[in-house]
């Protein structure tokens, strides 16, 4: 695992840090990083047209005497940020030099996270088939199955069980992610024997999903999709803190319950400065096959309603089909297997307003294979 400690004096870090890592131990240091704070929201990220702070890419400031430390998440793309953070910082009086750590995974524009606040929503089908309707706009698209508690995305992408290579690249050793219709798949799934459970602890589970997050071989990709686990406890967290992630999308169901467990996990994203992109409600609704009516076998608006509340944009609203589930116990994605279907068009739709906001070069791909 990489060394993510401070250049500076290590002493006077153990008496500034705090639990959260956000207090200083003078009023001066406050008054300090507050005015670097704010140098840094004039710094702005032009594809979603915000600043670097308040997209959670400015992460573990420090204030230390003259100096400021600090880590930049970014994309592969966006590697001038920092350029333009320096020569922000550079208008403070006091600052002699600004340390910013580029944190980033090698070859990736894009991270997103597909979160849920309970299991059982449909987290990891929404995953694979945003991967599958991502590729048929002309995205190269990969998948991290970071849900320890069930990694079913190799079976949802028909890969079977198989060892996980390492390669030697000019990086170091690096985990071979598996590929099924054009998708780039690493999943801890595929550290254990099959049907083993993952027993993991605190320290080994903190260890492996690092490993995961920087030490695998993805190539060129425009998105990297990680499913995470539901819920919002160490495995969430360590992703968080250790991942460029730019946006997470939610999974949902419209039922109350569902919806109270997805509230959290949305205000634990917006406390530690990742934005939500939005919602995605499934099992919205049953279509019948005979009369093309819809039926809510598990109620109305729940998704609406947060999406109001919170002021989270409703991605889609995904029906329940048996070809779903029949896609995802034979390893093909509906999108790709059905593209008429109602799930492939809403899926569509969300990928193209993916492409919309992370990669406008995109947009005139997809319109041209549709």
């Not at 507050?34 to 308040?54: F, G, M, R, T, Y």
Request: proline share 6%; aromatic share 6%.
């Amino acid at each position: 695992m990489p060394n993510h400690e401070s250049p500076f004096i290590r002493q006077s870090f153990k008496t500034a840090n705090t639990a959260d890592g956000s207090s200083e131990t003078s009023l001066a240091a406050a008054a300090r990083k507050q005015a670097a704070i704010a140098c840094l929201k004039k710094v702005i990220e032009p594809n979603l047209n915000n600043n670097i702070v308040d997209l959670g890419m400015v992460r573990n400031l420090r204030v230390v005497d003259n100096y400021v430390y600090f880590r930049l998440y970014v994309g592969v793309h966006q590697q001038d940020l920092k350029n333009q953070a320096q020569c922000s910082l550079a208008n403070l009086g006091w600052c002699k030099k600004a340390y910013i750590q580029i944190c980033t995974i090698p070859g990736v524009r894009t991270t997103l996270a597909v979160s849920s606040g309970k299991g059982g929503v449909g987290k990891s089908t929404t995953a694979v088939n945003l991967a599958a309707a991502l590729t048929k706009t002309g995205a190269k698209v990969g998948v991290l199955d970071a849900d320890i508690y069930g990694p079913n995305v190799p079976q949802m992408m028909g890969l079977g069980h198989a060892d996980v290579e390492i390669v030697k690249t000019a990086q170091g050793d690096r985990f071979k992610p598996l590929e099924a219709y054009g998708i780039k798949v690493m999943s801890v799934g595929l550290l254990a024997a099959p049907e083993h459970p993952l027993a993991w602890r605190g320290p080994v589970l903190h260890k492996i999903i690092t490993q995961f997050i920087q030490e695998v071989d993805w190539g060129d990709l425009d998105y990297l999709l990680i499913d995470l686990p539901p819920g919002t406890g160490d495995a969430q967290i360590t992703i968080i803190q250790e991942s460029p992630i730019c946006g997470v999308v939610m999974v949902t169901t419209p039922q109350q319950v569902a919806v109270s467990d997805v509230r959290r996990s949305i205000h634990m994203f917006r406390q530690v400065g990742v934005p939500v992109l939005g919602l995605v409600e499934n099992m919205s609704y049953l279509i019948c096959g005979c009369c093309g009516d819809r039926t809510s076998i598990f109620g109305t608006g729940g998704g609406m309603q947060m999406a109001a509340e919170l002021s989270v944009p409703l991605l889609g609203q995904v029906p329940i089909d048996p070809n779903i589930c029949a896609g995802g116990d034979s390893g093909q994605p509906l999108p790709l297997a059905d593209e008429a279907a109602p799930l492939s068009r809403v899926f569509e739709t969300i990928a193209q307003g993916l492409n919309n906001t992370f990669a406008p070069s995109l947009k005139s791909v997809s319109a041209a294979l549709r």
